[in-house]
């Protein structure tokens, strides 16, 4: 359910994974490096996994720096405008006061139904779960969420892997419990079914009422020429009933 979209956050579960069982110092590192070049928030999750690691450290922080140093040099000629874009508007991003990171501190909702067996599952092995790493990996992992005080579902992504290593501990326990199982899981499974399928069946059905993207969608009625939409937003072709004019 985290995964529909392909966001940064998708592309750094792989690196940090890595990094946190290379048996290499040096690569841990260079893959460390290449993680906080994609996105500086994932730091909280870097030192959960230098923590994880425990030996070399020393080699594994100067590789990732020295990847850092690597990728950033074909920008040195713009080093202004590649500093303000990596680091300037990460700090302006996140800075929240205290109440209102405090506003977005609970749980997305619909990351929490729309994923709902797998965090069942998670909070049945946390009950069991003993190993230390697991527990710094979940921490970082929440830090890093939580970082820039917005409350995107994307984010969640980074507690993928301690959520799937509680998971498999957890359903380890309830499936041997057949009675257990299906009264916590099927559940669950039905809920996020429901969940998940609601927003495809919305834009189907309901796409030309849209209340986030009304006043858009009545500015393109308006103009029957070329549409392109720069970004993310690529549902505005389904909700404006508009094909893109260049492939």
């Given amino acids: 359910y985290m995964l529909v979209a392909t966001n940064v ?19 841990a590192g260079v893959l460390i490096g290449a993680a906080l070049m994609l996105k500086l928030t994932v730091a909280p999750i870097v030192l959960a996994v230098l923590f994880m690691r425990g030996t070399g450290l020393r080699v594994t922080v100067i590789a990732a720096v020295g990847t850092c140093a690597l990728l950033s040099l074909p920008f040195v000629a713009v080093w202004g405008d590649f500093w303000t874009a990596n680091v300037t508007v990460n700090f302006d991003y996140g800075r929240y006061s205290a109440s209102e990171r405090l506003s977005n501190a609970p749980f997305h909702v619909a990351v929490l139904l729309g994923a709902l067996p797998v965090w069942v599952a998670a909070a049945a092995g946390a009950a069991r779960e003993r190993r230390w790493a697991v527990w710094v990996f979940l921490a970082g992992s929440v830090v890093a969420v939580k970082s820039t005080g917005y409350n995107f579902g994307h ?11 509680l998971a498999g501990e957890g359903l380890d326990y309830l499936l041997r419990r057949g009675k257990l199982a299906w009264a916590v899981l099927v559940p669950a499974v039905l809920v996020s079914a429901a969940v998940t399928f609601a927003g495809p069946l919305r834009l189907a059905f309901d796409y030309d009422r849209n209340p986030l993207y009304g006043d858009v969608v009545a500015e393109i009625d308006r103009h029957p020429g070329e549409l392109y939409m720069v970004g993310w937003h690529a549902e505005i072709y389904a909700f404006a009933d508009r094909q893109p004019r260049r492939r």
């Avoid at 956050?9 to 946190?20: C, H």
């Avoid at 992504?157 to 290593?165: G, K």
């Fill in 9 to 27: 956050e998708a592309f750094l579960l792989l690196p940090l994974i890595a990094a946190a069982v290379a048996p290499s110092a040096v690569v």
């Fill in 155 to 165: 984010y969640y992504v980074l507690m993928a892997p301690a959520a799937a290593l």
